[in-house]
């Protein structure tokens, strides 16, 4: 199956910086790419949507200011959590869908990076 | 976006067939039906995904009926190896914008 890359693994920072996490599709183009959060033992909650070339889309009550996506080519998303607060501890998660010329419309995940601010 | 319902949580034996059930009543013609499996600390893994009638891989089986509103997950013999949370995703991703959204998922206990 296609492969989706997030990087760090882990992370942590001091309260008030900012932090990157990468997300590459390997071996597909992904022409949009969606950026989770996800706190233990509860299910993934979807952040934003990022199309290649445009600006990202946020859910509801997300603050685009504080997470900034970054979607320049098809194979790399970024997710910048910017002056980090405790709060934001969480493990996030990126998946890619591939481009509509190849069938199947599956999305792929990510490894998952855990962010631990102190 | 089609709202899916799953069972909070399964147990199982080990060697057995489970079969973990989504509802998804309000499902649209061109939405598919995907299933995943997380483990704790990882992002989710692709299973299966289906369109209509029965689906078959080398780890699962999608069972659709001709309604489509609902869909039934078969994992063969499971192990230990399958405690996991299963979701099921139900949408349509062709257009390029639709989003992705997680229902709650089956905590799927398999136990010796």
């Known amino acids: 199956g296609a492969v989706v890359s997030q990087h760090p693994s882990r992370v942590i920072c001091k309260s008030g910086t900012s932090v990157k996490i990468e997300c590459r599709s390997l071996d597909f183009q992904a022409t949009t790419m969606f950026w989770y959060r996800q706190f233990p033992k509860q299910s993934l909650m979807l952040m934003a949507t990022s199309n290649e070339g445009s600006k990202a889309t946020y859910e509801q009550g997300v603050e685009k200011d504080k997470f900034l996506i970054n979607h320049a080519s098809l194979t790399l998303s970024t997710l910048t959590v910017t002056s980090a607060h405790p709060e934001d501890s969480s493990f996030y998660i990126c998946?890619?869908?591939?481009?509509?010329?190849?069938?199947?419309?599956?999305?792929?995940f990510g490894e998952g990076s855990w962010l631990t601010v102190v | 976006l089609a709202k899916t319902t799953q069972p909070i949580s399964m147990d199982s034996y080990e060697g057995q067939e489970v079969n973990i059930t989504c509802s998804h009543n309000n499902i649209a013609t061109n939405d598919y039906i995907t299933w995943y499996q997380q483990f704790p600390s990882q992002g989710p893994r692709f299973i299966i995904q289906?369109?209509?009638t029965k689906v078959t891989n080398e780890v699962a089986s999608l069972f659709i009926p001709a309604d489509r509103k609902s869909s039934t997950l078969s994992l063969p013999r499971v192990s230990l190896s399958d405690t996991a949370v299963y979701y099921c995703?139900?949408?349509?991703?062709?257009?390029?914008?639709?989003?992705?959204?997680f229902g709650t998922g089956t905590k799927l206990q398999v136990i010796p």
């Open positions: 289906g369109y209509k």
């Open positions: 995703l139900v949408g349509d991703y062709s257009g390029g914008y639709q989003k992705v959204t």
């Open positions: 998946s890619a869908r591939r481009g509509q010329e190849i069938s199947g419309n599956t999305i792929y």
